[in-house]
């Protein structure tokens, strides 16, 4: 336990330097509050909480690194992400693949720069599109290995503007009518 403790804080060191946070591979269950204070000098710009158990990021997460324009939240164990991550002005890159979400957070197109949106390997069956049709400056989503049902297979085939990422769709027995 000490050990991570001390990987936590030599890390937070390092970011201070480099503005470049890396809690990848920690065993954190949660952004200990140490973090924040240690961090609380510096502009970080990027984020990588990858590889952990983490079930929520905290609202306060976009008081506190409000300038980041990379976020890392894969591998971990999250259904949903807090609304304050809109106020993420600078955030371009968010990375939620490999969690838990059944639905794609709605935040995500409300985060005004975010242009790439990682969520494969979820179990996300549900897409508000046409909200998603409006993310302001969405270019890229990657939402392969995802449970997709048929009908958003189809309505995400409508979005011109954005390059979407899905597994090619399994037709099922019943569909196949040459049968």
């Not at 693949?97 to 794609?104: D, E, G, K, R, V």
């Not at 242009?115 to 993310?135: G, M, Q, W």
């Amino acid at each position: 336990m000490a050990n991570a403790v001390t990987r936590v804080v030599l890390r937070c060191e390092e970011a201070q330097e480099n503005e470049s946070l890396d809690l990848s591979e920690c065993q954190l269950m949660q952004i200990p509050d140490a973090v924040y204070h240690l961090m609380r000098h510096t502009e970080l710009k990027r984020c990588d909480l990858s590889g952990n158990v983490i079930t929520k990021i905290p609202a306060k997460f976009a008081v506190k690194f409000s300038l980041i324009t990379e976020l890392n939240l894969s591998h971990n164990q999250m259904s949903k992400l807090p609304e304050e991550l809109a106020e993420l002005q600078a955030l371009e890159r968010l990375d939620i693949s490999h969690n838990t979400f059944i639905a794609l957070p709605s935040v995500a197109w409300r985060i005004p720069q975010l242009k790439r949106l990682l969520a494969n390997n979820n179990f996300i069956i549900d897409i508000d599109v046409e909200r998603l049709r409006h993310a302001p400056a969405l270019e890229f989503i990657d939402l392969q290995a995802n449970p997709l049902p048929p009908r958003l297979h189809d309505l995400l085939r409508t979005l011109t503007r954005i390059t979407i990422e899905i597994t090619p769709r399994q037709i099922e027995d019943w569909e196949d009518l040459n049968v």
